[in-house]
């Protein structure tokens, strides 16, 4: 009974957490953008074209981030709330000070915390012996593990188009 109860209340808290990811992504929050578990980074050497913003390079994008400028520097992106292509994974913080560009991916907190209830849930599984439940948090991670194949290749091509906008002065991206 003590395990159902606690489970609710995790379900609940993962609930909470999603709503309020949800609207601090809306309302544009800096500090969400800015830090984050990172699990994507890129950086490219090289100069923007000064008359050029970097908000108005990103936002000719194909794809299909929503951008918002968080400062003179720094743009936040996220993918549309309603998607029905994927999971988006990350949502993107990019630097850049005319000299390099720094796109970095911060894992959605919904999307890790949903990932941990289902590995609980196989937990909980396993120590009730009901090994056929375990097929869940692998198919879960599975499918984490494809979403973020797909988003990253997204981010990819967003450092592919930045690098067609700035004169590079050594290697495109770097693997930070």
Known sequence: MEIILTFRLLIW????LAVAEAIVSLVWLPIYFRHGIQIYQRVIIGNLDSRRDILEVVSCSNTGFLFRKLSATEIGFRAPLISFSTTPVMHGYL????SKVQIRGLSNWAVLSFQFLVALFGAIALLEAQFLVLALPFSSIAYWFWCYQRQQRLFDDLLDELTA????????AIDS
């Open 13 to 16: 808290g993962f609930a909470i």
């Open 95 to 98: 630097y850049s000070d005319h």
């Open 165 to 172: 906008n700035l004169t590079t002065q050594s290697s495109p």
